[in-house]
């Protein structure tokens, strides 16, 4: 390898504004962040979900109407059944 192309490597400090730190390698002496795993929402299961478009509503909203819809929907097989059931009495009608 080339002599002074390399940046230095520290063992470097990381600490986050909960109070968390622990130390891992970087180029820079000390690290700081806002948030770590210690205090990450997803991480902790404190997750909050923010809905401001009403997204959660409108899909309930779209299922609750399919489910409607559905309940009163005849199956195909029961369609052909009855179909053949409507031609069988006509045919016995002749």
């Given at each position: 390898?080339?002599?002074d192309?390399?940046?230095?490597?520290?063992?470097?400090?990381?600490?986050?504004v909960?109070g968390?730190?622990?130390?891992t390698?970087?180029?820079?002496?000390?690290?700081?962040?806002?948030?770590?795993?210690?205090?990450?929402?997803?991480?902790?299961?404190?997750?909050k979900?923010?809905?401001?478009?009403?997204?959660?509503?409108?899909?309930?909203?779209?299922?609750?109407?399919?489910?409607?819809?559905?309940?009163?929907?005849?199956?195909?097989?029961?369609?052909?059944?009855?179909?053949?059931k409507?031609?069988a009495?006509?045919?016995?009608k002749?």
């Amino acid at each position: 390898m080339k002599k002074d192309i390399h940046p230095k490597y520290y063992e470097t400090k990381v600490s986050c504004v909960c109070g968390n730190s622990f130390d891992t390698g970087s180029t820079l002496p000390e690290l700081k962040t806002e948030i770590c795993s210690a205090c990450h929402p997803f991480y902790t299961g404190k997750q909050k979900i923010v809905d401001s478009a009403r997204r959660i509503e409108k899909f309930k909203a779209k299922v609750e109407v399919k489910d409607k819809v559905a309940a009163n929907r005849k199956g195909k097989k029961v369609k052909n059944i009855a179909r053949a059931k409507a031609k069988a009495e006509k045919i016995d009608k002749e």
